[in-house]
Structures are given as structure tokens and as C-alpha cells.
């Protein structure tokens, strides 16, 4: 980007978010004079053994749990999959209930586990996104070690009743594990509330750097590490503490917590008049998940007749940064596995987008990208066929 070309509307926060000027400023210290190795003996490697121990507070403040429930890892990926195998090591059962909108983290393990000889219910959504707990319930039986369901999806907002479900766990003797990944600074998560035995956080999506990330491990719950080496974080993850990004995501994590309203009120008000101003003004356009249960900054949407991947080069034409539901493989663009589990037909899915926001996206931002999205969506359909044409 030329230091004259006007900022790209970033609309992508569920991808990726922009690390917080004050989370940087913390983290500068641990990058340059305080580069000891918290295990080491020496007054040099007290600061970074302090650093990591504050950070684990400023966590376990925001979700409401003890710090010592706290294990850093390297990002939401690996406490996914350091949750469901521990899970599976310490009650030596073979069953896995999960979602059949799960992130790759949490689906892509379950089906290498699948490959291995464990057994995974895949439980279905309704067409809003939202899950029947119930279900949830009836899939568990005497062989299963673990129920995993996100919280809150990546690709809709849409949230689970993660409460519920934990209660229905707790029941039953099953551990719960839940991807809170795309939750934090945007929904309340209070551990004391909620029963989960696991919970997964990543740095990069609440203005931390990318690699960082958390395992909550409740207190009480039997721990197979999936890292095995030294002794770190109470012999739960073996490998050298990444200070200066643990620094900095105790940092975001009290900046999340002081801006949760802002988030709910401000960023809400403004995902509304984005969402409803495109569903005004663009014929043939759909929302995609229940319009309230649903995190406060996500939209998403299809519009009849145009494939994702030409809105979103338009889009990153006009200096507008969104992604679609669609996961590209090996070249072809495949429909979401999240949007066809909600019902909508391959070519539906293919048209859908995703703009997420966050609390840096400015009341400016939006109305730039409202003055444009209409035309575009408008320049794409004037290319089809007048059959293809939505009516208006
Ligand atoms: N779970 C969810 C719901 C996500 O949205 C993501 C990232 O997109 C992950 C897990 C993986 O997190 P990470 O990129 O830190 O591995």
C-alpha cells in the first residue's frame, strides 16, 4: 500500500483483528530489555515470570475463573486439539459429540480421529444456525469422552446455549469443551456460570497478535498434555513461554472486558445499520442465522445469482476487506460446510459473504461502504443474464 492510498476498510475482524496500539505497548519491553526465560533462576528472568503470571490474571478476570486454569499455547488450533485429546487420553472412551458447524480446528480433528477408529456424532443445526440442546443430550452415551460445540460461529455469529449444554454435561458425567474463539470483547463469558472443563481462546481474533493463544483447563479436570517436554505452564504444555505475546494478550484480554459494552452497544448499532441498509437497498440479498442470538459485530449474507468470490474482488477493488463463507480448496471455491449444514443449496452458500467489525470500524467506515455496496452488487448483476436477474 503507497503511504497515499486511503486505509482499506478492514471488514474482516473474524478473520483476523489489528493488534491494539496499547497491547503493542506492552508488549515492546518484552521484546527488547526483558528477554529472559521465565524458568531461568536469575533477577533478569523474574520480570518475564512476573509478566506471565500477571497476564494469567488479567485472562482469568475476563472469564471469570482462576488463573492457575489458565495454559498459554500457540494459538486457538492447538487448545481445540489439545482439548479433545486430552479429553479422549485421560477417560480412555471413543466417542466425540460435536457440531456439524464446527471451525476446521475443532472438524479436521475430529475427522483425522474418525480416520484413527474414534467415533464422532455430528450433530445437525436448524436453519437459523441455532442448535437444539436437546440433541445434544440424545447423542451422548457410555462410551463418550467429550461434547465440543463452539460458541459462538466464525462464518454467521450465530451462538450456541453453551450453558445449557455444559449443565446437560455436567449431568450426564461427560466433559464439555467449548471454542470460545470468536467470543471474547463481544459476549460476557463468566466461567463461574458456564461449566465448561475446557474452553479455547486465540490471540489474533481480540487485537492480540496471531500465535498466541489459551486452553482453560477447570480445575479438577484430569490433563493429558498434547505438547510433552519441559515443565511449563504446571507440566499442562511443555515449551518455552512466548512472553512477550502473553504480555500482550493479558493486555487485550483487559481491554476486551473494558470495552464488552461498547461492543454490544456502539458495534452493534453499527453492524444493524450495515446489515439492514444492505438488505434495504440491494434486491435479492439475505441475511444467513438468527437475527438476535448472534455475535454483535457479525453479518452474513447471500445475494441471489452472484458468486462470493466476484463480490469479494470488487469489494477489495474498492478498498473493502470482507471474506466469504467459503473455504477455498485446492483452487475450486467449496461451499461452506457451515452454510449447507444450515440448509442452503451449494450455489446459496457460494453467494454468501461475511463482514465482521470490530471496535475500531468507525461510523465513516460504514458509511463509505454503504455509498459503494449497492453498485457493485448492482455492476455484477448487470452482467447476467436478464433470467438471472433478482426481482425487485
Ligand atoms: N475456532 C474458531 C471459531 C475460529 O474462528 C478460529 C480462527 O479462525 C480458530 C478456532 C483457530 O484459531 P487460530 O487461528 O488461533 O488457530
Redesign the pocket.
Known amino acids: 500500500m503507497s503511504a497515499l492510498a486511503p486505509r482499506p476498510i478492514y471488514l474482516d475482524n473474524?478473520?483476523?483483528t489489528a493488534v491494539a496500539p496499547e497491547v503493542f505497548e506492552a508488549m515492546v519491553p518484552f521484546l527488547t530489555e526483558h528477554f529472559g526465560n521465565p524458568s531461568s533462576a536469575y533477577d533478569l528472568a523474574k520480570h518475564s515470570r512476573d509478566a506471565v503470571t500477571k497476564a494469567r490474571g488479567q485472562i482469568a478476570a475476563l472469564l471469570h475463573c482462576d488463573p492457575r486454569e489458565i495454559v498459554f499455547t500457540s494459538?486457538?488450533?492447538?487448545s481445540?486439539n489439545a482439548a479433545l485429546w486430552s479429553a479422549l487420553r485421560s477417560t480412555g472412551k471413543k466417542h466425540i459429540v460435536t457440531t456439524q458447524v464446527?471451525?476446521s480446528?475443532?472438524h479436521h480433528f475430529c475427522e483425522t480421529l474418525e480416520h484413527q477408529g474414534y467415533a464422532v456424532t455430528w450433530l445437525p443445526v436448524r436453519a437459523d444456525g441455532t442448535l437444539d440442546p436437546a440433541a445434544v443430550e440424545e447423542a451422548i452415551h457410555d462410551d463418550t469422552a467429550l461434547v465440543s460445540v463452539?460458541w459462538?460461529?466464525?462464518e454467521t455469529g450465530v451462538l450456541f446455549p453453551v450453558r445449557e449444554i455444559a449443565d446437560i454435561c455436567r449431568r450426564k458425567k461427560v466433559l464439555f469443551h467449548t471454542?470460545a474463539?470468536?467470543v471474547p470483547g463481544k459476549v460476557p463469558i463468566d466461567l463461574r456460570a458456564v461449566g465448561a472443563d475446557f474452553l479455547?481462546l486465540?490471540?489474533?481474533?481480540l487485537h492480540a497478535p496471531?500465535?498466541i493463544?489459551v486452553l482453560y483447563v477447570r480445575s479438577g479436570v484430569k490433563f493429558v498434555p498434547f505438547l510433552v517436554g519441559g515443565s511449563q505452564e504446571r507440566e499442562r504444555r511443555a515449551g518455552t513461554e512466548n512472553v512477550p505475546y502473553i504480555v500482550g494478550l493479558g493486555r487485550a484480554a483487559e481491554l476486551a472486558a473494558e470495552h464488552l459494552i461498547d461492543e454490544q452497544t456502539t458495534t452493534r448499532a453499527r453492524r444493524d445499520r450495515l446489515e439492514n441498509e444492505i438488505l434495504r437497498l440491494v434486491p435479492g440479498a439475505h441475511r444467513n442465522g438468527h437475527p438476535t442470538e448472534r455475535l454483535p459485530n457479525t453479518v452474513s449474507l447471500w445475494f441471489d445469482g452472484i458468486e462470493a468470490e466476484a463480490i469479494l474482488l470488487k469489494l477489495n477493488a474498492l478498498g473493502i476487506c470482507a471474506s466469504s463463507g467459503s473455504a477455498c480448496t485446492t483452487g475450486s471455491l467449496a461451499p461452506s460446510h457451515v452454510l449447507t449444514a444450515m440448509g442452503l443449496t451449494p450455489a446459496q452458500a457460494r453467494s454468501s459473504i461475511r463482514l465482521s467489525l470490530s471496535r475500531f470500524t468507525t461510523d465513516a467506515e460504514i458509511d463509505r461502504a454503504l455509498a459503494v455496496f449497492p453498485a457493485a452488487i448492482a455492476e455484477l448483476r448487470a452482467a447476467l443474464p436478464a433470467a438471472l436477474q433478482p426481482a425487485r
Not at 494459538?75 to 492447538?78: A, H, L, P, R, V
Not at 486465540?202 to 481474533?205: A, D, I, M, Q, V
Request: aromatic fraction near 0%; include cysteine.
Open positions: 473474524n478473520a483476523t494459538c486457538g488450533t492447538e481445540d464446527e471451525h480446528a475443532i463452539m459462538a460461529n466464525n471454542d474463539v470468536q479455547a486465540s490471540g489474533h481474533k496471531k500465535g493463544g
